[in-house]
């Protein structure tokens, strides 16, 4: 990912009597024409989005049931909108729920082990779409799982790529079937990957800026050509400010957020780091950790924090919520006296929050630990109805009709990419280059921390976060292939990219059931999960 803006498919120079594609004489148009330039720079986002909302907005109030974690969030989402905290249920309160009897929740607190912010997002399209209509439950996820796809077309520009570039990355998400799957259901996971992209792309565009900058400023203290011995400090960074409050947004969605602010912290660093011994600076890895670094820290992490705790806002103002005066009868003593007493409550309540995350291992049927991702060994069915002939509008024999939501990826876009990050990996360390490394970052944040508790129950779609940058690192591996020619100048790298994006958009229709609940017949449903686990 280079600053060159090197095309995926780049109008290569002709072999000797060969006759231009309809490609090639685009992209020459496209390289040359300033108006060209200027209509595919907005057409082009403008399309990959269209087609990820009309995948993920399509009958999206189908299934009218409850779907997986449904039966937490958007319980959840309701009680806390009306209340400022998370109240408890009825029993059977899903069935009396999607009946249309929503206003059933009691005023005792729910126990949550998430942070607030998905919730309200999930609850303010509630909110609008009326509370008994599964679209208001979903219309917030698919509307930022949506986004997402918009804001990964941005990733891949700042990072250096040209249009095609990023519209094929762009495309691979919002083809894909856990970016559709975690668009059409209504849990946290989509809502976190959003910002935490969002936070990303801000982190780019600080970086250029900072780097213009850091550059000029050297160059003017520069005496007979020799960089001085310490570098500038700046403080006027408001696109760090900025990527601090969506990594903070992450965070205060699902606590996953906090190992991606901890990472792209410490890329800062080193990133500047690197910048300032490349500009001539003495003593650069003191400047940058310790004078920069410090400054970096300021107007990145605080904001997080704040964007953070705000979130709470609800449960602050409120009395009911769990744990909500928890330090009432044992306020804090000596150093921590100061802290307001719901702060301290709030503590407390993360205190047990923090131990019910790292303890859980209860047994599910679709645990997936971390280390077999990679493998696609078990994804998440997350709903799933067989009728019979005659039952719910089913018409075929045999052995009836089967509907189901999995969150499968797509698997030859998955396994591609899983190839493309070690393909990385090796690029970033051949070619030392800060945008690779940047994707690799979000990679190991999102990942390796998993990795850390193989007891806890977690699941395959936890992926959805880790996806966006996978497809950077397969679309950059498509862009070398296709650098690629014979020793007679075929293009025979750029035509392999073309056909594996051919065959990745009919895979994709051919999952494109099993990822929304289409009804088929059993034996279509069944022909799509041909390896064990995956049923």
């Known amino acids: 990912m280079t600053a060159t803006s090197e095309p995926l498919l780049p109008a290569q120079s002709l072999a000797p009597g060969a006759r231009p594609t309809f490609y090639e004489r685009w992209r020459v148009r496209l390289d040359t024409d300033p108006r060209v330039y200027r209509v595919w720079r907005v057409l082009a986002p403008l399309l990959v989005t269209l087609l990820a909302g009309i995948l993920r907005f399509w009958n999206l109030a189908h299934p009218h049931a409850i779907v997986f974690d449904e039966t937490y969030y958007v319980k959840d989402a309701w009680s806390q909108w009306h209340l400022g905290f998370p109240a408890t249920w009825p029993e059977n309160a899903d069935e009396r729920f999607l009946a249309g009897d929503t206003d059933i929740f009691t005023a005792n607190p729910s126990y949550v082990v998430h942070p ?96 213009e900058r850091l550059t000029a400023a050297i160059q003017a203290r520069a005496v007979d050509g020799v960089a001085p011995a310490w570098g500038p400090v700046f403080w006027n960074r408001p696109w760090l400010i900025a990527a601090g409050a969506a990594l903070g947004a992450a965070t205060a969605v699902k606590w996953s957020g906090l190992y991606v602010i901890g990472a792209v912290g410490l890329y800062l660093v080193v990133d500047d780091a690197l910048a300032r011994r490349k500009a001539g600076i003495g003593y650069w890895p003191s400047d940058a950790a310790f004078r920069q670094g410090l400054a970096t820290f300021v107007l990145f992490v605080p904001v997080s924090f704040v964007v953070y705790l705000a979130s709470w806002t609800g449960w602050l103002v409120t009395d009911g919520g ?95 990419a899983v190839i493309a990050v070690v393909y990385l990996a090796w690029r970033c360390f051949a070619k030392r280059d800060g945008g690779d490394a940047l994707v690799l970052t979000g990679i190991v944040a999102t990942y390796v921390p998993w990795l850390l508790y193989p007891d806890r129950t977690i699941f395959q779609f936890y992926t959805i976060v880790i996806l966006p940058f996978m497809l950077l690192a397969l679309t950059t591996l498509l862009r070398d292939l296709a650098q690629l020619r014979t020793q007679r100048g075929r293009p025979v790298g750029r035509w392999a990219t073309v056909v594996f994006i051919a065959a990745v958009l009919i895979v994709s229709a051919w999952y494109y059931a099993v990822w929304t609940g289409i009804p088929v017949s059993y034996e279509f449903w069944f022909w799509h999960f041909n390896r064990d686990g995956w049923i």
């Open 322 to 416: 769990y744990h909500r005066h928890a330090a009432d009868a044992a306020p804090a003593t000596g150093l921590w006296s100061w802290v307001p007493l719901p702060l301290q409550s709030l503590w407390i309540y993360h205190q047990a929050i923090y131990n019910s995350n790292v303890s859980l291992t209860s047994p599910h049927s679709y645990s997936s630990a971390a280390w077999q991702w990679p493998l696609l060994l078990r994804p998440t069915s997350m709903y799933y109805l067989g009728s019979a002939t005659g039952e719910n509008g089913c018409l075929v024999g045999g052995n009836g009709c089967s509907e189901g939501i999995t969150s499968i990826p797509n698997p030859l876009l998955w396994w591609a």
């Open 116 to 211: 607030p912010l998905g919730k309200w997002i999930i609850g303010l399209g509630m909110a609008l779409f009326g509370a008994d209509s599964t679209f208001g439950w979903r219309v917030a996820v698919a509307l930022f799982g949506t986004a997402t796809v918009l804001l990964l077309y941005f990733v891949a520009r700042a990072l250096g790529g040209s249009i095609v570039y990023a519209s094929v990355a762009a495309l691979f998400l919002a083809v894909d079937g856990l970016g559709i799957v975690l668009s059409r259901v209504a849990i946290l996971d989509g809502i976190l990957t959003f910002f935490v992209v969002l936070g990303i792309l801000f982190v780019l565009y600080d970086r250029r800026r900072h780097h």
